[in-house]
């Protein structure tokens, strides 16, 4: 059974949430909480396949709310779980700067839903983190040009050369394995930009991400 767990401190806010996954996710096991020792708890107790996050937290129920405290929940998330996908839902997600190198690293799906956007639209965010697909897009200041790691350059000449080597074979040829490749894709998706709602839907992101980094002068 899919583990989900929420964690934010707004009750009506928890709720709607909480009532949407419901619906979109009836067979999944849903927990909510409402500080950061709390869910520091249900965290270590059930590793989820899911986490759900507002920035804004205190650590125990009518505690301050900071945004430090949600920080330092997610930095401990993504260390401890690098694979666990992540959607963080706040009002404020330039202060996910803080964590930037972490996030560039990690291995899970993370997306990011501002509070402003439509709880229809958040669903779309959780569903993509589901998937594994990394969007940061929201995060005003978190692309200052084009930086690409030399593997993922790698990974995209090997997809684009006349043979159009797949995961498997590119994985074999870096000396790496497939889900490593799959991670080096994510990460060159959100450098680039290649989000699922700026493309058809019915356009493979792959076949996208290869003609935006031609674009780029990234390959030839």
């Keep these: 059974m899919e583990k ?11 709720n709607s949430t ?13 927990l909510d909480k409402d500080s950061t020792n709390e869910a520091f708890d249900v965290l270590n107790q059930n590793k989820p396949d899911l986490l759900i996050i507002d920035l804004g937290l205190p650590e125990k129920p009518g505690d301050r709310i900071l945004l430090s405290n949600g920080i330092e ?6 260390k401890k779980y690098p694979t666990l996908n992540i959607t963080v839902q706040t009002a404020d997600p330039k202060a996910l700067i803080r964590l930037k190198q972490i996030i560039d690293s990690h291995q899970g799906g993370f997306t990011v839903a501002d509070k402003a956007l439509p709880l229809e639209e958040m669903i779309r965010r959780v569903s993509w983190a589901r998937e594994g697909i990394v969007h940061t897009r929201d995060i005003r200041g978190w692309k200052s040009g084009i930086e690409m790691k030399r593997e993922w350059l790698e990974t995209l000449k090997l997809a684009s050369q006349k043979e159009s080597l797949q995961d498997k074979a590119i994985a074999e040829r870096l000396q790496v394995t497939e889900a490593t490749i799959r991670h080096y894709w994510k990460k060159i998706q959100d450098v680039l930009e290649v989000y699922p709602e700026l493309y058809d839907v019915k356009k493979n992101l792959r076949v996208m991400t290869l003609e935006r980094a031609r674009e780029e002068r990234l390959i030839d």
């Design 4 to 14: 989900i767990v929420i964690v934010e401190d707004l009750t009506h806010a928890r």
């Design 18 to 30: 909480l009532l949407l996954l419901k619906n979109e996710y009836p067979h999944a096991e849903i």
């Design 73 to 78: 929940l997610l930095r401990h998330c993504m």
